[in-house]
């Protein structure tokens, strides 16, 4: 057979509808071994089937584990063709295992009427014509199966699934920006049949579909397209497709030309940097055609997408079933050879996840970028503080830090590229988005706005230089000792990962998502921007507390490293040394551990303004009390 790959091609439906008859002239056509499941059943099954009893899922447990062995067998070095009824979802979970990317499922459907006839025709079989209508009832129609009536000749239906099966794409990719090409190689390199577009836009961007296939032998299967028409319909049923474009208006757009070429059950994922809401509205909107959308945060940037990334999908699940062997095979892998992709929760949680993912992996940075700054501020060279920083690693080691030092390490001519590039750093919304919704949620993830207002600041640098000018004094020498500064970059790191995670706690609750924050860290361990030995840690610590600073696991650790945060922010301050992150690290945990604040205070001033009541701590009740304040 012309696959990538071994394909088990189960040929399903209610008996009397064909299987054997369609399996067989498929393996004549494919060349490739027939085998019918009735011929597994144990005697006791046939025989209790004979005498008019239907089986139970009991019975037909041993049974399914046999033909999905067989399955496994088969694929280790062959495709094959098993007929088996599979009636429910509980079945093919169980013939599939082990081989998700090599099912393919063929549901062959009819009228009760016409497959009763069928029966009353059929001789020597043992299942009795009085059992059809239980197998009617039972049946759960599959989501991800090649569907054809059996009105059909078998002949007909044959070239039908030959057609599918040899001449159609598994997966369409449509973007191929950056991320939109390494994903594609991804994709080809793991032998999925795939389709891919990129927009014509004339004297701009044309054939690039057709020349990126051309640039890479993994792609050289791989099907080129300009016209959207012709890559839907290169596509299997139900398609699935994934869009890797700009986010906002370009996704609209996109979805907007797909609609009317596609079918029911079809999939549309989203792979950028969406917003969270807009997700939702899409897959309300997309659910009145009957399409499913998925929106999946995708992490790792172009090196991730090519060799592995970090894939966080939400939506609906059996969508995502539907891609599930997609995304997961793609996807990187943790210690355990798990992928560092799984299913989020419903709505757009896996756009908010990104979201959340992005705001800790702002402050991340930022806090790498304080501490070079202090390093920089102590005379230190970028040679000296990379040898630093890879001290560092044994104990706080991340991909950030990684990078970090190899920025540091790069030199142009005779000096170090850092020092040449303007410091004012950019971003791309998914920061500011995070600091929204983490105060929509009512949720003190204070870190990501001091992260994000500190490259607000950095893009003012002509304003910065006057007022340098006008305020700046000759500083005296500064110091600090390094293990204070190591042990307060992880505790202010610690903090920032204590109220990411309490931001998705909150949005669990709120938006109903039951989100499982220990597997949210789980493919948080590898492919993407935030990878981490702390992350790892968090994967044990998030199964019993979802509040990190309470766990036993941290609490040793905050203090005890406590105090050489302190010093290092109040010297950093004493020295005017910006540390926006390490200063709201101490500010939140100072204000965090405080049993009663100033904040009855605020309280009152609202009242005396404005009416708005406060509660009195000697009433337990929760009453509310308002008082005239100036009589």
């Not at 994922?269 to 309300?284: C, V």
């Not at 210690?335 to 896996?350: L, Q, R, V």
């Not at 060279?381 to 706080?396: G, M, Q, R, V």
């Not at 938006?511 to 948080?524: D, E, G, T, V």
Request: glycine share 6%; charged share 20%.
């Amino acid at each position: 057979m012309n696959s990538n790959k071994p394909l088990a091609i189960f040929i399903m439906g209610v008996s009397g509808v064909g299987k054997s008859t369609i399996g067989r002239l498929l393996s004549d056509q494919l060349s490739i071994p027939f085998f019918d499941g009735d011929d597994y059943h144990p005697e006791v099954n046939k025989q209790k089937m004979a005498n008019g009893d239907p089986l139970n899922d009991n019975d037909r447990h041993d049974w399914l584990l046999n033909l999905n062995k067989l399955a496994n067998e088969q694929t280790a070095h062959n495709s094959c063709i098993i007929a088996c009824s599979a009636l429910k979802e509980s079945y093919r979970e169980l013939l599939k295992v082990g081989i998700e990317v090599n099912v393919k499922w063929v549901l062959l459907h009819g009228s009760f009427d016409q497959v009763h006839q069928r029966i009353q025709q059929r001789k020597d079989h043992f299942m009795p014509v009085s059992l059809l209508q239980s197998q009617f009832d039972t049946i759960e129609d599959p989501v991800d199966a090649l569907k054809i009536n059996i009105r059909e000749t078998p002949q007909k239906i044959t070239t039908l699934i030959v057609n599918q099966l040899q001449k159609k794409s598994e997966f369409g990719l449509i973007g191929l920006g950056v991320m939109g090409k390494s994903l594609a190689r991804n994709l080809a390199s793991n032998n999925f049949k795939l389709s891919m577009f990129n927009r014509h836009v004339p004297k701009k961007e044309e054939n690039i579909a057709l020349q990126f296939s051309n640039e890479f032998t993994e792609l050289s299967e791989a099907k080129p397209f300009d016209d959207l028409q012709a890559f839907v319909n290169s596509l299997q049923t139900p398609r699935k497709i994934m869009l890797m474009v700009n986010a906002g208006k370009p996704v609209d757009a996109v979805i907007e030309n797909l609609i009317p070429l596609l079918s029911k059950g079809d999939v549309i994922i989203d792979g950028g940097n969406s917003h969270y809401k807009k997700t939702q509205a899409r897959i309300d909107a997309l659910e009145s055609h009957d399409i499913y959308f998925i929106g999946a945060g995708v992490s790792g940037g172009e090196e991730g997408a090519l060799k592995g990334p970090s894939i966080m999908p939400g939506g609906n699940q059996n969508a995502y079933k539907l891609v599930q062997p997609f995304l997961e095979t793609i996807a990187a892998k943790n210690k355990d050879n798990d992928p560092c992709c799984t299913y989020i929760g419903n709505g757009g949680s896996g756009h908010f996840i990104k979201m959340v993912h992005n705001g800790i992996e702002y402050v991340e940075m930022q806090l790498l970028a304080e501490v070079y700054f202090i390093l920089k501020s102590m005379g230190k060279n970028p040679d000296e503080i990379a040898n630093i920083l890879e001290s560092w690693s044994t104990e706080a080691n991340s991909y950030l830090l990684e990078i970090t030092i190899n920025i540091l390490r790069k030199k142009e001519g005779n000096g170090w590229l850092i020092d040449a590039i303007l410091d004012k750093s950019g971003n791309k919304g998914t920061g500011n988005w995070t600091t929204i919704a983490t105060a929509e949620l009512g949720i003190p993830s204070t870190l990501i706005p001091a992260s994000l207002f500190a490259r607000y600041l950095s893009a003012f640098k002509e304003e910065r230089l006057q007022v340098y000018k006008t305020y700046a004094e000759q500083n005296s020498k500064f110091d600090i000792d390094i293990s204070a500064l190591l042990k307060g970059y992880q505790l202010a790191r610690i903090v920032n990962h204590h109220q990411g995670f309490r931001l998705l706690s909150q949005a669990s609750v709120s938006y109903n998502w039951n989100l499982n924050l220990s597997k949210i860290a789980s493919i948080w361990t590898n492919g993407c921007i935030i990878r981490s030995t702390l992350i790892e840690e968090l994967i044990d610590i998030l199964k019993n507390d979802d509040i990190i600073l309470l766990s036993d696991a941290i609490i040793p650790r905050v203090k005890l490293m406590k105090n050489s945060l302190n010093t290092v922010v109040s010297q950093c301050i004493l020295g005017e040394i910006p540390i926006p992150c390490f200063s709201e690290a101490v500010n939140f945990l100072n204000g965090y551990k405080e049993s009663y604040t100033s904040a009855n205070l605020i309280q009152a001033q609202r009242d005396y303004f404005g009416a708005h009541t406060f509660q009195r701590v000697d009433d337990a009740s929760g009453k509310f009390y308002h008082v005239n304040w100036e009589s």
